[in-house]
């Protein structure tokens, strides 16, 4: 399959996308006072030396540890999973909020939930999805809830309450497949979809009834044409999303393979969606239905990132992408067309890190090395980024 590539700061201007808070801001509230560290890009320099806790970050940020698998984050409180994955944060009506994590474990995999408090502190820790199986990643919705992805040939997805006081749902017409990642366009209702197969395809789910109710809808695959040197995504229905006899990329002959599907978000009428096996993260323009490569390992200026997997975005676009493997690194890919590291973990190598997700306020960054630096499912850590002084 072949893309047209066009550079990230063209790319962006077509999106309408600027300049990102984050990295001119700092992890702070949109809006907030004060100069971020990030504020001056030439100025960055190298990440510092690792903390206590084995993270190279910007000067003037800190990092705690939040959870560590097998263990109580707090007193009484449900034990922490394993290999913890995907996550996303939200928002509370008292100030706080819950960060959700999946754990991508087989039989027994699910999703956990870190409750914080208004100011910050951690004051519970509770399941929300149980025994399900290698629960990758997924993706929040507008209303609240969080879609889990089982990364399995019959996975499936299911809706959570980020609470735990609903139980979480299967949503089996998102389809039957190895699923990996969702987000949700809610300015047209459509549900995008990644698969993590070294074929998968790239999926469009429009449900019958609108946003919220994703119980039941239409399943699309994608087919990407070249048309007078721009690579256009086709969308066609897949007749059987439960794949009772076959799998879903296979149903249409004539759909454009992704080689494992990983990461996806949405920014502005784009979506963007990352392939890890050959490191490339793609933008999909929702409009115009234009396929091109934000970052491509083989051609990059800056060919930094590789391992590319799970994707967080800022408020104003610029695409967080996070390292299975490569160098445990937090890498942003910014609208000025950097490859820029914003934090390293290290002596974890055989590891990844998973989870990206901003608290409610943009002040904080919570992510998860999945296998610690034990390297198995049983030694993942969750973190929190946050500048010294808040």
Not at 38 to 53: E, Y
Not at 101 to 114: Q, Y
Not at 134 to 148: D, F, I, Q, R, V
Not at 211 to 235: C, K, Y
């Amino acid at each position: 399959m072949k893309s047209s590539l066009v550079n990230r700061r063209e790319f962006l201007k077509m999106a309408g996308i600027g300049f990102s808070a984050f990295l001119s801001g700092g992890i702070r509230a949109i809006g907030s006072e004060g100069v971020g560290r990030f504020s001056a890009l030439g100025d960055v320099g190298t990440l510092l030396p690792p903390d206590a806790n084995g993270i190279c970050l910007p000067p003037g940020f800190r990092s705690r540890i939040v959870a560590r698998s097998g263990t109580s984050p707090v007193d009484g409180a449900q034990v922490w999973h394993g290999a913890p994955d995907g996550g996303g944060v939200f928002a509370q009506s008292d100030g706080g909020w819950i960060y959700v994590s999946n754990s991508e474990i087989s039989g027994r995999g699910g999703v956990g939930a870190l409750r914080f408090n208004s100011s910050g502190a951690l004051i519970d820790s509770y399941p929300i999805l149980e025994n399900t199986t290698w629960n990758c990643a997924g993706g929040t919705t507008p209303w609240g809830t969080w879609l889990s992805c089982e990364e399995t040939r019959t996975g499936q997805v299911y809706e959570c309450d980020p609470t735990g006081r609903d139980p979480a749902v299967a949503r089996p017409a998102l389809g039957v497949f190895s699923h990996e990642a969702v987000a949700v366009d809610e300015a047209t209702g459509y549900l995008f979809l990644t698969e993590d197969r070294p074929d998968g395809g790239f999926y469009r789910f429009v449900p019958s009834s609108g946003l919220p109710d994703i119980s039941s809808g239409r399943l699309e695959i994608a087919e990407v044409r070249e048309d007078g040197g721009e690579s256009i995504v086709i969308w066609h229905e897949v007749p059987d999303p439960l794949a009772k006899s076959t799998s879903t990329r296979k149903q249409v002959q004539s759909y454009s393979p992704f080689r494992g599907g990983e990461g996806v978000v949405i920014h502005e009428r784009t979506v963007f969606f990352s392939t890890k096996r050959d490191n490339r993260v793609w933008a999909y323009n929702i409009e115009s239905h234009q396929l091109s490569l934000a970052y491509d390992l083989a051609t990059s200026a800056s060919p930094i990132l590789s391992g590319v997997d799970n994707l967080a975005i800022t408020p104003t676009g610029d695409v967080l992408v996070a390292e299975d493997g490569g160098h445990m690194q937090l890498i942003a890919l910014t609208s000025d067309e950097r490859v820029m590291p914003i934090l390293q973990v290290v002596g974890h190598d055989r590891s990844e890190i998973t989870g990206p997700a901003f608290d409610p306020s943009f002040e904080r960054l919570y992510f998860s090395s999945q296998r610690g630096s034990g390297g198995t499912s049983a030694d993942g850590v969750t973190y929190e980024i946050a500048y010294l002084e808040s």
